[in-house]
């Protein structure tokens, strides 16, 4: 067995047992509540916000693993979900960890790298998150107004970023998942109740099966 196979067979074992004491975590709190202070807003209640947030973050249960796993593998997928932040922090961390090192995504070298930008990405999340809770209302107090205006620009900065580190490496793919998504969303403005859920789902995978189309063609005509 290579070293790296033995690597991933133990961060399988790992990575369960944490995302089920996640899990556990997650639901201890309403569980208890329920069942030991009798507190709840019935099952009605409960089942109308279950759609209500599956149908705005369903999409990203099937998108994300699918679309994430080549640039972080499976141990940055663990470390990822568990620790939230994927899109915002821990994806962008990985890609510059691959970029720093020159390791490509979607090889072991890669996935390990991104491993270990997610894994430094955490630790500092960590150490400014208990700063902010420590010190926050004295730095946010101290803070101008127009410096808080410009952090809300942050997470498309971020966005924008990944996606063009992307689209540099296949244009011809960023332009076609631009197209899918703004087509797809004048489509979900016409349904009924506008289910965003759409987008992401259509134009991820119509992107990803167009990536691979447009990658066969061009090896193809490598070795023609």
């Known amino acids: ?69 080549p640039i972080v593998g499976r141990a940055g997928l663990y470390m990822g979900f568990l620790s939230g932040n994927l899109v915002n922090m821990r994806i962008p961390a990985a890609i510059s960890a691959q970029e720093a090192s020159g390791c490509v995504s979607g090889t072991d070298e890669g996935s390990i790298m991104g491993t270990i930008g997610i894994g430094v990405s955490i630790w500092v999340g960590a150490f400014f998150l208990t700063l902010s ?28 970023g990944v996606f063009t580190q992307f689209a540099m490496k296949s244009p011809k793919a960023a332009i076609f998942s631009m197209v899918v998504s703004f087509v797809m969303m004048k489509i979900v403005d016409l349904i009924p109740g506008k289910p965003a859920f759409l987008v992401t789902l259509v134009a991820v995978f119509s992107t990803i099966y167009y990536a691979k189309t447009l990658m066969t063609k061009e090896g193809e005509m490598a070795t023609a």
């Open 1 to 69: 067995m290579k070293i790296y196979d033995k690597y991933i067979d133990e961060v399988t074992k790992i990575g369960r047992i944490t995302i089920l004491l996640g899990v556990m975590a997650s639901l201890g709190p309403a569980l208890l509540m329920t069942f030991y202070f009798g507190f709840n807003p019935g099952f009605a209640a409960i089942i109308a916000g279950a759609i209500s947030q599956i149908s705005v973050s369903g999409a990203f249960w099937f998108s994300e693993p699918i679309s994430y796993y």
């Open 133 to 160: 809770i420590v010190a926050g209302e004295a730095l946010l107090s101290a803070v101008p107004a127009s410096f808080m205006t410009m952090l809300n620009l942050i997470i498309p900065a971020l966005f924008g």
